[in-house]
């Protein structure tokens, strides 16, 4: 068998200087991947322990004046301690502080220790999980963190085939107009397979969050729109103007709750 292959390596000079090229860029890009991956790894580690950090120092503020409701530097500590931790907060947590500044209630600061409760419950589960990836002596998690690196690698083999395809179609049709159909119907589905790849990767972080029913309409119109191909690919055109408007009016939405914060 091997004496075949190195046959028709001789007989194929070719085929054999791609093979080459294409495993050293697999193993160039495996290195990169890997550390990339444990370098975003530590980072993650790093901003959960910060935002732990944070709401621990919030969490011992407000207790602070639950237990001395009169004392006026528990009070402004707790203050310093919201604006000092601040960027951490969900949008939640940022609301109910606005409506204690607004209200007072110490009401409030029983719900914002609740909210927070859950939100360290939330990140320590994280942490244990990145933690458990990288230690874990368990042999299918070792296979694991190897393979790890290899899903960008497949990812990105199967975009470049995909598009040579698409290329290629182009390339035997005739008709412009049958040619730019084919184009938005690649650009559009493209679109649909990033946006939900996105969304996977947000919710296994566990920092998917629902926020009302139009938000919530737009990203699905995003992921589906291109189902319209399914019917007629002339349709890939309406597919494409929706998800760029959905577009639009989620980073508008987006941009106006950063202002508000």
Known sequence: MLQQLLTYFKANPEFSIVTTIVCTAIIWLYKEFKVLIERDNQ???????????SYIKVEAA???????PANVGVLQNLYDKFGECSSYFSEDIRALIREYYTRQDVANLVTIMSFMKIEIRKLDSQRNKIES???SGDDFDSILRLYRPLKPILLIFLLFFVTIGFLLLALLENSVWNRLFLGTSFVTTSLSVMFLFA???????????IRG?????????LIFSPLLILLDWRLSVLSLIIQIVAGILIAR???TRLIVM
Do not use: F, P
């Open 62 to 68: 407000i207790a602070s004046i639950l237990a001395q």
């Open 43 to 53: 980072n993650k580690l790093t901003r959960i322990q910060k935002r732990m950090d």
């Open 213 to 221: 029913k139009l938000e919530s309409s737009l990203k699905l119109s």
């Open 199 to 209: 969304v996977v990767v947000v919710w296994k972080n566990g920092e998917l969050y």
């Open 133 to 135: 990836q990288d230690v």
């Open 253 to 255: 939405s987006m941009k």
